[in-house]
Structure formats: structure tokens, C-alpha cells
């Protein structure tokens, strides 16, 4: 793929990103915590977790499978030096299939 310098950005068919953050600041392990409860409160895990204690009936495979993956993506990129700007892109985390 070429890239041309057009009015600071890359090429005219990608758009730059918008800068949300300053350059000085940095991303903490909290951060990259803090969206992984984001990803799990959309699956509402908490409340599987409570109906598998209160019933007994396990939560399905897919939902533990999903709060598994999170939960690794977490780490990894927790653990990664420095935490990448775009921690909280899609490209480092599972997708949730219509849970």
C-alpha cells in the first residue's frame, strides 16, 4: 500500500484519527481495567453470575467463554509497555457475538 502526505494526514481514502488524548499523558493498567468491566457490563455478566449462584443452572458457554476473553485481553495488553493510545479499540478485544 502507498502513502502520500496530504495536509499532514496519510492517504485521502484513510481519515486520520482524531486525537482524543494529549501525548503526555499516559495509560494506566486501571484504564485498560476499567474497559474491560465496560465490555463485561454489556453482556451484563454480573448478572449471569448471580443467577448461577442463586439457581444453580451454569450461565451459558458463550457468555463465560466471552468474560474469559476479556478478561485475557486485559491482561495482555495490561501487560504490554507502553499501553497503546488506542487501548480501547476493537482491534484488542473480542467481539461479542448477539449475547
Given at each position: ?99
Amino acid at each position: 500500500m502507498r502513502f502520500a502526505v496530504i495536509e499532514g494526514t496519510r492517504e485521502w481514502t484513510e481519515p486520520a484519527r482524531p486525537e482524543t488524548r494529549s501525548a503526555t499523558v499516559s495509560i494506566l493498567v486501571e484504564d485498560v481495567e476499567a474497559e474491560a468491566r465496560r465490555r463485561l457490563r454489556s453482556c451484563r455478566i454480573q448478572e449471569w453470575r448471580t443467577r448461577e449462584f442463586i439457581t444453580g443452572r451454569p450461565m451459558p458457554d458463550d457468555v463465560r467463554h466471552f468474560a474469559l476473553q476479556v478478561e485475557f485481553a486485559a491482561q495482555a495488553i495490561s501487560r504490554l509497555s507502553p499501553i497503546p493510545e488506542d487501548f480501547d479499540s476493537d482491534v484488542y478485544w473480542p467481539r461479542m457475538l448477539d449475547l
